[in-house]
C-alpha cells in the first residue's frame, strides 16, 4: 500500500525531473553555445520554465501523499533509500511551498539578465553598470529568505539552499579557527627565503595541446567522456543534463598553465560525483548529491590533493613534456610541483592557491553576510571588498574587474553559495585521510598512474550514498570525525614546509 | 472586446512556444552535442515534453477563444496578421485535438530512439537493424494519418504536416511534368561529348579552411551570426531555438569541396528566411515560415541559382584560391563553375547535382506513397530502392548505407517530408525570375559580392509575409505566376546547354 503511495510520488517527481534537466541544458546553453543577441528571448524561456517546475513541486497531490509517506513503515529508517527519498522530497517540498511562483519567476528571470550585463559590465571594467542588477538581487534573495524562514539569522536561509541543514554559526566558526592558522602561516611563507621558480608557468602553452592534455588527465582519473562532455565557457562549472550526461567547462589562456588544465581537473571532480550517482534513483534523493560542500570537496580532491601531489607528477610529468616541449623542456619535475604549489596572495579566487584559497571565500561570506543582514549596501560593496583584500591578503585590486565584478555568483543569485568552497575544502582534506587509511599509500598508486582505486572508493563512500546522510553525517560516517580544519592544515603543512624550508 | 479574446490566446500559444523551443534545444543538442550513452534519457525527456506541449496544445480553453475570434471582425481579412493568426491557429488546434496524446508521444519517442539506431544501421552497412524502427515508425505514421483524416488518399494528410493545404495528387502532377522533361535532359547531357574537367574538386580540402570560406560566405550573402550558430553533425539541418536564435549545423569531407560549402550555403538559406521573420510574432502564424516547400525555396535559391553562379563565382574564387592554393591554384574559374555543375546521375541525394535532385525525390515520394497505402512493405523498401535508382536514375547502390539508409527522415518520422524538396526547386526557380524583374540584373550584383538586394527582397516578399498566404498563394502574389516546372528548366537549360555544348 505505502509502496503504491510511493510510486505514484515517485511519477510526480520524475516527471518534474525531464523538465528540470531541459532547464539545465537551457542555461548550459546560455553559458556555452547562445548567438549574442539570442539572451532576452532566453531569459524568458528560463523564467517559463523556472515557474512550471515550481508549480510541479508544490503539487498539493505531492504534499497529500508525503504526509501519508512519512508515517509509514518505509520512513521508519532515515538512512535507507525508501527513507530518504520520503525525508528530503518533503523538506524541499516545505521549502517551495513557502515560496510565491512570482518570486521563483522574478530570480529566474534577473539571474538570466543579469549574467549578460555581468559579462559586460566585467569586460568594460564598469561597476556602476552592474550595480543596479546587484541591488535587485540581494533585494530579491532577502525576500526569498524573508519567505523561507530561519531561526538564527536571514543567510541560515540562503545557506540552506547549498548546504542543506548548515547554520552560518556553525559555519563561521570553523572558517574563523581555519583563518587563525592560515594567515599566520601564508605570513611565514612569505618571508621564506625559499622560494620556488614560477616564470615557466606564464610560457606560451599552445591551446589545442592544453585541450589534449586536460582530456587526457581528466579521463585518466576517471571522468567518462561517452557520459558527459568539455566546452569552452566564460565562467567554468559542471552541470548534470540527465543520468549520462554530465558537461564540464574550462576556459584557455595560452600564457598561463594553471587555469585550464587545474580547473579541467577541478570541473572533472564534479563531474565524476555526478557520474557516480546511482542513475536508477536519477531525480530522487538517493540518486542526489548530498550538498554542494560535498560536492566541492570531490573537485578540490581531484584538483589540489590528487593533481597538485608530486606523485600525480611522477606518472604524468614526462607527457606534459612532452606536449609543451618550448615551455616545460627545460624544467625539472620538481621544479615544476613547487611552482604549482606556490603561495603567494593574489586577487583572483579561481586562481588562487590552496592556502590563501579560503581567505577569498572568508571575504565572500563576510560581505555576503552583511549585506543579506541589512548592514551593508550593494552599492558599497566595492569598497568593501577593497578593504577586505587589503586586510585579509595584503593586496588590492586595480580594478572591480578583478576586484568585486570577478566571479559570477550573485549576478546568477548564487547568494550563499561561496562558503560551500570552503567546506569542500575542509572535507576534502579529511576524506583523503580516511582514503589513505582504507586503501594504503595513495601516492604508491598516483605515481603509478592507478586512479581508479580512489575513485571506487569515493563511489561506494560518497557518491551511491547520495542523499542518504545530510553531510555532516556523511563525513562523520566516512571520516569517524566531524568537520575540522585541522586535515587541512595538515595537508599543508606537510606539502609546504619541504618547498619553502619552514 | 475581441482583442481582449486575442490576447488571452496569443498569450496561450506564447506558453507554448517556450516550451517548443525548450524541446527544439533539445534536439538540436541530441543531433550536435549529446554524449553517445545519454541517448535513452534524452528520448524520455523528448517524449514528455512533446506530451506537455500537445496537452496545453488542445487545451479546451483554446478551442472556445478560436470559435469566438472565428466570427469576429478581426478575422474578416484572412491574409491580414489577425486574420490569418485566427485562421492558422484554428487549423492547427483542429488537427491537434484530433490526435491522442499517447500516439503524439510514441511518435517523439520512436522518432528519438530510432534516431540513434539508424546512426548505427548506416554505419554498419545493416538494413535488419533499422527494419523493426522503419516498421514500427511508418504504421504510427499511418494511425496518424488516419486519425486527422483526408478526403482523396491517406499521403495527403501527412503531407499536409509539411506543405498545408496541398493535395498528393497535384504535387505528383508537377513532379511528373517535371520528371518528363528532366529525363531526357539528363540523358542528352550524358551523351555530351564537351564532360566537364571535376577530379580538383576530389582534391585535399583542409577542413580548417573550408570551416572559413563556409562560414564567411554564408555571412557575406546574409546569414547573422549574432542571431545563429554553425555547428558539426551527421545530417545536416537547420532549426530556431528563438527569434533571434538559428542555428544551422555541416559537416566537412577533406576530400570533396561541394559538401560542406554548398550544404553551408543550403541552410544558411534556410536560417536567413527564419532571421528574416517578424520577430514581434513569434510563435504565431505572421512570424511563422509558410511551407516546408517555400523554406526549401530559400535554401535552394541560394545554394544553387545564386551559389553556383559564374557571377557568384567571379567575386568569390580568388578567395577560394587563397583559402585551398593546394587544391585550385591550376583551375581557372570557368573550370571550376563546369564542375560544380556538373551533371551525373549519382546514388546520394544530398550531393546530387540540380538536374537530377529531383529524380531522387521522386523516388522517395512514390515509395512512401506506397507503403502508407499499404501496398509495400517496408521490409521490401530495399529491393523496391534499388529498382527505383535502377529506374529513374540508371545507377544501383552497392549496398543499403548509400541507398535506402542514406537519409534521417524516415526514423524521424518525417514522412510526406520530401517532396516538399521539389517544391522548393520549383519555387526558388520562379522567386529568382521575379526578382530579376524587380531587381534587374542580379548577375550584376552578385559579380560585384552585393547580396543584399536580393535578401532584402526575399525578407519583404516572402519571409515578413510569414503565413498570411498559404504557399500557392504566396507563390501567385510574388510571381504573377501558379506553381510550375518550366521556370525550373528553363533556368537548367540556360545554365547547362552552354557547359555540356547542347
Same mark, same amino acid.
Given at each position: 500500500?505505502?509502496?503504491?503511495?510511493?510510486?505514484?510520488?515517485?511519477?510526480?517527481?520524475? @516527471?518534474?525531473?525531464?523538465?528540470?534537466?531541459?532547464?539545465?541544458?537551457?542555461?548550459?546553453? $546560455?553559458?556555452?553555445?547562445?548567438?549574442?543577441?539570442?539572451?532576452?528571448?532566453?531569459?524568458?524561456?528560463?523564467?517559463? /520554465?523556472?515557474?512550471?517546475?515550481?508549480?510541479?513541486?508544490?503539487?498539493?497531490?505531492?504534499?497529500?501523499?508525503?504526509?501519508?509517506?512519512?508515517?509509514?513503515?518505509?520512513?521508519?529508517?532515515?538512512?535507507?533509500?525508501?527513507?530518504?527519498?520520503?525525508?528530503?522530497?518533503?523538506?524541499?517540498?516545505?521549502?517551495?511551498?513557502? !515560496?510565491?511562483?512570482?518570486?521563483? @519567476?522574478?530570480?529566474?528571470?534577473?539571474?538570466?539578465?543579469?549574467?549578460?550585463?555581468? &559579462? #559586460?559590465?566585467?569586460?568594460?571594467?564598469?561597476?556602476?553598470?552592474?550595480?543596479?542588477?546587484?541591488?535587485? /538581487?540581494?533585494?530579491?534573495?532577502?525576500?526569498?529568505?524573508?519567505?523561507?524562514?530561519?531561526?538564527?539569522?536571514?543567510?541560515?536561509?540562503?545557506?540552506?539552499?547549498? #548546504?542543506?541543514?548548515?547554520?552560518?554559526?556553525?559555519?563561521?566558526?570553523?572558517?574563523?579557527?581555519? *583563518?587563525?592558522?592560515?594567515?599566520?602561516?601564508?605570513?611565514?611563507?612569505?618571508?621564506?627565503?625559499?622560494?620556488? *621558480?614560477?616564470?615557466?608557468? *606564464?610560457?606560451?602553452?599552445?591551446?589545442?595541446?592544453? #585541450?589534449?592534455?586536460?582530456?587526457?588527465?581528466?579521463?585518466?582519473?576517471?571522468?567518462?567522456?561517452?557520459?558527459?562532455?568539455?566546452?569552452?565557457?566564460?565562467?567554468?562549472?559542471?552541470?548534470?543534463?540527465?543520468?549520462?550526461?554530465?558537461?564540464?567547462?574550462?576556459?584557455?589562456? %595560452?600564457?598561463?598553465?594553471?587555469?585550464?588544465?587545474?580547473?579541467?581537473?577541478?570541473?572533472?571532480?564534479?563531474?565524476?560525483?555526478? $557520474?557516480?550517482?546511482?542513475?536508477?534513483?536519477?531525480? +530522487?534523493?538517493?540518486? =542526489?548529491?548530498?550538498?554542494?560542500?560535498? =560536492?566541492?570537496?570531490?573537485?578540490? !580532491?581531484?584538483?589540489?590533493?590528487?593533481?597538485?601531489?608530486?606523485?600525480?607528477?611522477?606518472?604524468?610529468?614526462?607527457?606534459?613534456?612532452?606536449?609543451?616541449?618550448?615551455?616545460?623542456?627545460?624544467?625539472?619535475?620538481?621544479?615544476?610541483?613547487?611552482?604549482?604549489?606556490? &603561495?603567494?596572495?593574489?586577487?583572483?579566487?579561481?586562481?588562487?592557491?590552496?592556502?590563501?584559497?579560503?581567505?577569498?571565500?572568508?571575504?565572500?561570506?563576510?560581505?555576503?553576510?552583511?549585506?543579506?543582514?541589512?548592514?551593508?549596501?550593494?552599492? %558599497?560593496?566595492?569598497?568593501?571588498?577593497?578593504?577586505?583584500?587589503?586586510?585579509?591578503?595584503?593586496?588590492?585590486?586595480?580594478?572591480?574587474? &578583478?576586484?568585486?565584478?570577478?566571479?559570477?555568483?550573485?549576478?546568477?543569485?548564487?547568494?550563499?553559495?561561496?562558503?560551500?568552497?570552503?567546506?569542500?575544502?575542509?572535507?576534502?582534506?579529511?576524506?583523503?585521510?580516511?582514503?589513505?587509511?582504507?586503501?594504503?599509500?595513495?601516492?604508491?598508486?598516483?605515481?603509478?598512474?592507478?586512479?581508479?582505486?580512489?575513485?571506487?572508493?569515493?563511489?561506494?563512500?560518497?557518491?551511491?550514498?547520495?542523499?542518504?546522510?545530510?553531510?555532516?553525517?556523511?563525513?562523520?560516517? &566516512?571520516?569517524?570525525?566531524? +568537520?575540522?580544519?585541522?586535515?587541512?592544515?595538515?595537508?599543508?603543512?606537510?606539502?609546504?614546509?619541504?618547498?619553502?624550508?619552514?
Amino acid at each position: 500500500m505505502s509502496l503504491e503511495i510511493l510510486n505514484e510520488l515517485v511519477a510526480l517527481v520524475r @516527471q518534474n525531473s525531464y523538465l528540470k534537466s531541459s532547464l539545465a541544458l537551457l542555461e548550459w546553453d $546560455q553559458q556555452t553555445k547562445l548567438p549574442s543577441q539570442a539572451g532576452a528571448f532566453r531569459a524568458e524561456q528560463i523564467t517559463f /520554465m523556472a515557474g512550471e517546475i515550481h508549480s510541479r513541486a508544490t503539487d498539493p497531490r505531492i504534499g497529500e501523499l508525503l504526509n501519508e509517506l512519512s508515517t509509514s513503515e518505509l520512513a521508519e529508517d532515515p538512512t535507507s533509500d525508501h527513507g530518504a527519498t520520503i525525508r528530503e522530497l518533503k523538506r524541499e517540498y516545505e521549502k517551495q511551498i513557502k !515560496l510565491p511562483n512570482k518570486l521563483v @519567476q522574478a530570480i529566474a528571470r534577473a539571474s538570466a539578465l543579469s549574467q549578460q550585463i555581468w &559579462v #559586460e559590465a566585467r569586460r568594460e571594467n564598469d561597476f556602476s553598470k552592474f550595480a543596479p542588477c546587484l541591488k535587485e /538581487m540581494f533585494e530579491l534573495k532577502q525576500e526569498q529568505a524573508d519567505a523561507l524562514g530561519y531561526d538564527e539569522c536571514r543567510y541560515d536561509a540562503l545557506l540552506d539552499e547549498y #548546504e542543506p541543514y548548515a547554520k552560518t554559526s556553525e559555519v563561521a566558526a570553523v572558517l574563523h579557527a581555519l *583563518k587563525d592558522e592560515l594567515v599566520p602561516l601564508v605570513a611565514e611563507i612569505s618571508e621564506s627565503g625559499n622560494q620556488p *621558480k614560477t616564470e615557466f608557468l *606564464k610560457r606560451n602553452f599552445p591551446i589545442p595541446a592544453q #585541450e589534449i592534455f586536460g582530456r587526457e588527465a581528466s579521463a585518466k582519473i576517471g571522468f567518462d567522456y561517452e557520459r558527459g562532455r568539455l566546452d569552452l565557457t566564460h565562467h567554468p562549472f559542471c552541470t548534470e543534463l540527465g543520468p549520462n550526461d554530465v558537461r564540464i567547462t574550462t576556459r584557455y589562456d %595560452d600564457s598561463f598553465f594553471n587555469s585550464a588544465f587545474f580547473g579541467i581537473l577541478h570541473e572533472a571532480g564534479h563531474g565524476i560525483y555526478e $557520474q557516480g550517482l546511482r542513475s536508477e534513483f536519477y531525480g +530522487l534523493p538517493p540518486g =542526489h548529491y548530498c550538498s554542494l560542500g560535498i =560536492h566541492e570537496s570531490q573537485s578540490r !580532491l581531484w584538483e589540489n590533493l590528487v593533481g597538485r601531489a608530486t606523485s600525480f607528477w611522477t606518472y604524468f610529468y614526462s607527457r606534459a613534456q612532452q606536449l609543451f616541449p618550448t615551455a616545460l623542456g627545460d624544467v625539472n619535475k620538481d621544479e615544476f610541483v613547487g611552482a604549482i604549489n606556490q &603561495v603567494s596572495p593574489s586577487l583572483i579566487r579561481v586562481e588562487a592557491d590552496e592556502a590563501t584559497y579560503d581567505l577569498h571565500i572568508i571575504i565572500r561570506f563576510q560581505l555576503e553576510q552583511a549585506v543579506i543582514d541589512g548592514q551593508l549596501d550593494t552599492d %558599497d560593496l566595492p569598497t568593501a571588498w577593497n578593504e577586505k583584500y587589503q586586510q585579509y591578503l595584503g593586496v588590492q585590486p586595480d580594478n572591480d574587474s &578583478v576586484g568585486v565584478l570577478q566571479d559570477i555568483h550573485w549576478s546568477a543569485g548564487l547568494i550563499g553559495y561561496f562558503p560551500t568552497y570552503s567546506l569542500g575544502n575542509l572535507y576534502a582534506s579529511q576524506f583523503i585521510d580516511a582514503a589513505s587509511r582504507d586503501l594504503g599509500n595513495l601516492d604508491e598508486l598516483f605515481q603509478h598512474g592507478e586512479f581508479e582505486p580512489l575513485k571506487k572508493w569515493l563511489n561506494r563512500e560518497i557518491h551511491e550514498r547520495g542523499m542518504c546522510f545530510n553531510s555532516p553525517e556523511l563525513g562523520e560516517k &566516512v571520516t569517524g570525525q566531524g +568537520l575540522s580544519h585541522e586535515a587541512l592544515m595538515a595537508h599543508l603543512r606537510a606539502k609546504l614546509e619541504p618547498i619553502y624550508a619552514l
